[in-house]
């Protein structure tokens, strides 16, 4: 007997893994997980185009923002389980659908907003993905797997609820901050 527990060997993202499965190319963020530097940010930055083209080119309403959304989810916690059980790897760093569809409920809920304003969401989120303190921090460690189990539907929801919380806390600092920013410049 080797171990009380099993062992998986980890796989690594590259383009020809992508390829092997549509729900990898959702979850790799269509490439941009790929990344060798910064991969979370990679997929903030490919969200953020994709919003714009889908935003702009689509144009739906809000409506079908909130339909895209819902299902990006529930596709995403899909396309993220499925990535990270294949790779064996609880929260793989090229996966960055849960940076996606982040970065689209950020923007769906604060736009209009002008260039600076969307690359000041950018910077705060992150900011808060990426040094995952408080919540962000908790939201992170409630789903990892079991030593030597492999990622299951909870991991890959897991994979999500951390960006989601990070969502969260940007829109309460942007919001804080543009209310105090009105306060402010409102003549007392």
């Known amino acids: 007997m080797t171990g009380e527990y099993p062992t998986f060997t980890p796989r690594r993202a590259t383009w020809g893994f992508m390829g092997l499965h549509p729900l990898r190319l959702i979850a790799l963020g269509f490439g941009s997980g ?10 903030t930055l490919a969200g953020w185009a994709l919003y714009l083209l889908i935003d702009r080119y ?10 895209i959304l ?15 059980r294949a790779m064996a790897v609880g ?3 090229a996966v960055v659908w849960d940076e996606i569809i982040a970065f689209w409920i950020i923007l769906w809920v ?37 030593r030597g189990a492999l990622p299951g539907w909870p991991q890959g929801f897991g994979i999500i609820f951390d960006d989601l919380v990070a969502a ?20 007392h």
């Open 34 to 43: 790929l990344s060798p530097v910064a991969p979370g940010t990679a997929g």
């Open 58 to 67: 689509a144009a739906p309403t809000p409506l079908a923002w909130a339909a």
């Open 168 to 187: 969260a806390c940007v829109l309460v600092v942007w919001f804080v901050g543009l209310w105090g920013w009105t306060t402010w410049q409102t003549p």
């Open 110 to 146: 604060a736009m209009p907003v002008g260039w600076f304003g969307q690359l000041i969401l950018f910077g705060l989120f992150r900011l808060f993905d990426a040094v995952k303190r408080g919540p962000v921090g908790w939201a992170d460690a409630l789903f990892k797997p079991k």
């Open 91 to 93: 929260d793989p760093s």
């Open 70 to 84: 819902v299902a990006g989810f529930f596709v995403g916690w899909w396309a993220c389980t499925h990535t990270a």
